[in-house]
C-alpha cells in the first residue's frame, strides 16, 4: 500500500446498476489495489454484489431501496476512517492517468482549500480512454436572499486566481463535479447531502450550504 492510498476512502452511491460498480471498483483495485472503498448501496443486500463487495474489499452500506443518493453518500462517509475522502459516482472509471497524489499534495500544502475537484473527461464507444473530450461543470454562486435569487455562473466568467504547490495549478470556486478530495473532517462542521434530495438537485444545495453556511473552501484542479 503507498502512503497515498492509506490516507483515502473512495466513496460514491449507487443503486440497481451493478456493471457500473463492478467496473469502477475493478478500475479502483488495477490502480489503488488496496485503497479503501464504502459504497452507500440502494438495492437488497442478498443481490448478487454482495460477494462482489467482499472479495473487492469493499465495505458495503445496505440502505432501503431508492432512499435516495444523499442518504446514500451521507451513509458511505460515516463509515471513512481515512484523512481524505474521494468522491465518485458508480459510472465513473479509474484511467492511467489518475493520481491522486496531484490533490493530495495541494491540500497537504495549502490549509486553507477543503475540497479539490479534478478533470474529468467523458468517454464514447470503446472504453480506451481515447475517444473522450473534457467535461467542464465548475461553479460560482451568487446568492440574494431578499429577492430570492441564485445564480451559478461557470468559473471561468471570472478570470479565476491562480494558485500553485509544487507547480501544480488550482483555481478558488464554489462549486466542482462529483470527482473531488475531501477532507474527511469537513463532515463535522456541516458539510451534509441534505436527505430530502433523493435524485437530482442535491449536489447544487450540498455546495450551496457550505458556502453560505460554513468557512470550507473549494478548488478545481
Same mark, same amino acid.
Given at each position: 500500500?503507498t502512503?497515498?492510498?492509506?490516507?483515502?476512502?473512495? %466513496?460514491f452511491a449507487?443503486? +440497481?446498476?451493478?456493471?457500473?460498480?463492478?467496473?469502477? %471498483?475493478?478500475? #479502483?483495485?488495477? @490502480?489503488y489495489?488496496?485503497?479503501? /472503498? +464504502?459504497? =452507500?448501496?440502494? =438495492?437488497l443486500?442478498?443481490?448478487?454484489?454482495?460477494r $462482489?463487495y467482499?472479495?473487492?474489499?469493499?465495505q *458495503?452500506i445496505?440502505?432501503?431501496? &431508492? +432512499?435516495?443518493?444523499?442518504?446514500?453518500?451521507n451513509a458511505?462517509? *460515516?463509515? #471513512? &476512517?481515512?484523512e481524505?475522502i474521494?468522491?465518485a459516482?458508480?459510472d465513473? !472509471?479509474?484511467?492511467?492517468?489518475?493520481? !491522486?497524489?496531484?490533490?493530495l499534495? /495541494?491540500? &497537504?500544502?495549502d490549509?486553507?482549500? &477543503?475540497? #479539490?475537484?479534478?478533470?474529468?473527461y467523458d468517454?464514447?464507444?470503446? !472504453?480506451?480512454? @481515447?475517444?473522450?473530450?473534457?467535461?467542464?461543470?465548475?461553479?460560482?454562486?451568487?446568492?440574494?436572499?431578499?429577492k430570492?435569487?441564485? #445564480?451559478a455562473l461557470p468559473?471561468?466568467?471570472?478570470?479565476?486566481?491562480?494558485? @500553485?504547490?509544487? =507547480?501544480?495549478s488550482? $483555481?478558488?470556486?464554489d462549486?466542482?463535479?462529483?470527482?473531488?478530495l475531501m477532507r474527511?473532517d469537513? $463532515?463535522q462542521?456541516? *458539510? @451534509?447531502w441534505d436527505?430530502?434530495?433523493t435524485?437530482? =438537485?442535491?449536489?447544487?444545495?450540498?455546495?450551496?450550504?457550505?458556502?453560505?453556511?460554513?468557512?470550507?473552501?473549494?478548488a478545481y484542479c
Amino acid at each position: 500500500m503507498t502512503m497515498d492510498e492509506a490516507r483515502v476512502t473512495l %466513496v460514491f452511491a449507487t443503486i +440497481a446498476r451493478p456493471h457500473c460498480v463492478q467496473r469502477l %471498483v475493478s478500475s #479502483v483495485r488495477q @490502480k489503488y489495489p488496496r485503497m479503501k /472503498i +464504502a459504497v =452507500g448501496d440502494q =438495492g437488497l443486500p442478498e443481490r448478487t454484489l454482495s460477494r $462482489f463487495y467482499e472479495q473487492h474489499g469493499v465495505q *458495503a452500506i445496505f440502505l432501503p431501496h &431508492d +432512499a435516495g443518493v444523499s442518504r446514500a453518500r451521507n451513509a458511505a462517509v *460515516a463509515q #471513512v &476512517d481515512t484523512e481524505y475522502i474521494l468522491l465518485a459516482d458508480d459510472d465513473f !472509471i479509474i484511467s492511467p492517468e489518475t493520481d !491522486i497524489s496531484i490533490p493530495l499534495s /495541494i491540500l &497537504d500544502q495549502d490549509r486553507s482549500v &477543503d475540497i #479539490v475537484g479534478g478533470l474529468l473527461y467523458d468517454m464514447y464507444g470503446d !472504453i480506451n480512454f @481515447k475517444n473522450r473530450h473534457v467535461r467542464r461543470w465548475e461553479r460560482m454562486f451568487f446568492t440574494d436572499k431578499e429577492k430570492e435569487l441564485f #445564480v451559478a455562473l461557470p468559473m471561468d466568467m471570472f478570470f479565476p486566481i491562480e494558485r @500553485k504547490v509544487r =507547480g501544480q495549478s488550482y $483555481f478558488m470556486c464554489d462549486a466542482v463535479m462529483n470527482w473531488a478530495l475531501m477532507r474527511t473532517d469537513i $463532515f463535522q462542521p456541516g *458539510a @451534509k447531502w441534505d436527505d430530502r434530495y433523493t435524485c437530482n =438537485g442535491e449536489h447544487e444545495d450540498f455546495y450551496l450550504n457550505i458556502k453560505c453556511n460554513t468557512d470550507i473552501k473549494v478548488a478545481y484542479c
